[in-house]
């Protein structure tokens, strides 16, 4: 199996320790929120073997890096932010070979509805919107508008958090004018502390009808985060459950809070 793996420094929640944004390796989201004037810097990088083009359906291996991400909570109850992927290519394609191309912004905001702040269990809605950047010329994005809103709750089981989010994804289709595609977005994911490590598992992905550059898909992971503090990590497999997300591919990144908002009963 071909891949490019693409690996960062590695990371976690320390038990017992505030809660960040923590959303990081995972897809899903959790519902919590962190304290108010929190400001958080993400970077990372992924990469997913056999991933077909959109455009030829011939597969090639993927990559994503850096992905740069701030998150700011101005109230207790929100957290918005902004994630750029600077860069994103493609190995080994058939017919474009080696191929990279500057990637897409997402504008993403999340509301606590329920919950206490910085709790494990909590309700909440999150909104978001990625915008059409990427040049499809070599199948490396859509350059679509995709647009996602979705419920999110998280819920303490004993030491372990289950996290499920459910909602629509609205994706331009980037082959037929004015044509769109309706998903059912989805994530279920469990969050497990032992130590000074975070094991994670998660499936999550779009349900629905699909076109070329606008699949549904759907993928599982695995992984951990490791450490605590301000600096934190994280690492996971993916392996992708539906053709259009690839075969087997890996995530990391790191996580940096450069201000921490004062805690609040």
């Known amino acids: 199996m071909r891949c490019s793996l693409i690996l960062a420094a590695a990371f976690s929640l320390a038990a017992g320790a505030r809660a960040y944004a923590q959303t990081r390796p995972l897809a899903t989201e959790e519902a919590s929120t962190a304290a108010a004037g929190t400001v958080v810097i993400e970077a990372g990088a ?40 600077a ?39 999150r909104f978001g919107v990625v915008l059409p950047q990427t040049s499809f010329g070599n199948g490396l994005g859509p350059n679509a508008l995709r647009t996602s809103a979705q419920v999110l709750v998280s819920r303490a089981i004993g030491s372990a958090v289950l996290h499920l989010d459910a909602g ?71 392996r992708g459950l539906s053709r259009a997300a690839g075969e087997w591919g890996i995530t990391a990144g790191v996580s940096w809070t450069v201000r921490e908002g004062p805690a609040r009963p």
Not at 61 to 81: F, I, K
């Open 168 to 238: 629509v994804a609205i994706h331009d289709e980037p082959l037929r004018a004015h044509e769109q595609r309706d998903f059912l977005a989805y994530g279920a994911a469990v969050t497990w502390p032992v130590a000074r490590v975070t094991l994670l598992g998660e499936v999550a992905g779009l349900a629905g009808r699909g076109s070329p550059g606008a699949d549904a898909r759907s993928e599982a992971r695995a992984g951990a985060r490791l450490g605590g503090g301000r600096l934190r990590g994280d690492i996971a497999a993916r």
């Open 46 to 85: 992924q990469a997913l073997s056999a991933e077909p083009n959109f455009l030829t359906g011939a597969a090639r291996d993927r990559w994503d890096a850096p992905e740069l991400r701030l998150v700011y909570s101005p109230a207790g109850n929100v957290e918005l932010d902004v994630e750029w992927t």
């Open 87 to 125: 860069r994103v290519g493609a190995r080994g394609d058939p017919d474009f070979g080696d191929v990279s191309d500057f990637g897409d912004v997402a504008l993403r905001a999340k509301v606590r509805l329920a919950g206490r702040p910085g709790g494990e269990s909590a309700v909440g809605v």
